[in-house]
């Protein structure tokens, strides 16, 4: 079993030269002020603007994890434990990656309790008005969608579908996101070719990613359940910063260096990465619990 993973698609990819420290440095250029004041015709020049920008720092970790296998386990299986120990460690590779930006979103991004809902929660299950007040506060802070439009064909059960921000949660969720009012599944697309394999559909201007492994704070509301944790990104809101030379290394170490009798092999990986948001303004944490 490989779950979607989700929580690195809308992310900038950023490289750390290698010998370069355990910081990279980003920098968000604040906007300049409108010149509304005509120049007039005395030639004067005016006051020049200042330019302003805040520093991101972000500081690499490094992770690993290795198998140790017996040479009696190769020599007796009547399967390839080595294949099935490389496969398994690629997946538990991209979902340790997947998951520590899942984490750095929960704990950072800002958020808007679910408040359209009937289960009498804080905060209630998802409905079209707690996802539209999503969208309005992206928009209003000048968020770029990620997603193009779909324009519309002349096919039995499509909908057109609109250029969206993405939106991150947990398959949990699918049951009342099919309640919401004008959800599209991927499958009423004009072209479903278009959609992610992970994409479930779209609701409005957010178009729906849900994994098994979406994020879920544990009997966070105040009647003590699960509050479920929906990041709707705009572009460029955060970023994964990977070191260049070590941002996935496979490692195998035979036999022949396991001691006089060369009985254990070993495989495992290794990596240096950094999850990190570039703009609080263009990540929204819209947190709903289920409903009843």
Same mark, same amino acid.
């Given at each position: ?9 809308a ?6 030269p ?23 015709n ?10 302003h920008?805040?520093h ?7 992770y ?12 007796t299986?009547? @399967? ?6 490389a496969?398994?460690?690629g997946?538990?590779?991209?979902q340790?990656?997947d998951?520590l930006?899942r @984490?750095?979103l ?5 958020h808007?309790?679910c ?5 009498? @929660? ?10 539209d007040?999503?969208?309005r ?10 997603m ?24 949990d ?8 009012a ?5 499958w009423?697309?004009?072209?479903p ?7 479930e559909?779209?609701l ?8 098994s ?10 009647l003590?359940?699960d ?15 990977k070191?260049?030379?070590y941002?996935?290394?496979f490692?195998?170490r035979p ?6 009798l060369?009985q254990?092999?070993?495989v495992?990986?290794?990596?240096a ?5 570039t ?13 009843t």
């Open positions: 079993p490989v779950p979607h993973m989700i929580h690195k698609i992310a900038m990819k950023k490289k750390m290698a010998n370069g420290g355990q910081y990279l440095r980003m920098r968000r250029y604040q906007p300049l002020a409108t010149a509304m004041v005509p120049l007039g005395t030639g004067e020049t005016p006051p020049a603007a200042v330019l920008a805040d991101v720092d972000a500081k690499l970790q490094f690993g994890q290795w198998i140790h296998i017996n040479e009696q386990v190769t020599l299986s009547q @399967d390839a434990p080595l294949n099935e120990a496969i398994r460690l997946v538990s590779m991209r340790t990656e998951q930006t @984490d750095m929960a704990a950072t991004a800002g808007i309790n408040e359209g809902g009937v289960n009498g @929660d804080n905060p209630t299950e998802l409905t079209r008005w707690d996802t007040m999503a969208v506060t992206l928009r209003g802070n000048d968020a770029y969608t990620v193009d439009n779909i324009e519309g064909e002349n096919k039995f059960g499509t909908a057109p579908v609109r250029d969206g921000y993405f939106a991150l949660g947990s398959t969720l699918l049951g009342d996101l099919n309640e919401c004008g959800f599209l599944n991927k009423a697309y004009p072209a070719d278009k959609a992610l394999r992970s994409e559909g779209t409005g201007n957010l178009r729906v990613l849900l994994s492994i979406g994020s879920k704070s544990v009997a966070a509301s105040n003590g359940k509050v479920y944790n929906i990041f709707c990104i705009g572009m460029e809101a955060y970023a994964t910063v070191m260049d030379e941002n996935a290394k490692l195998f036999a022949i260096y396991d001691g006089p060369m254990n092999v070993s495992g990986y290794k990596f990465e950094v999850p990190r948001i703009n609080d303004l263009w990540l929204i944490n819209l947190r709903a619990t289920l409903s």
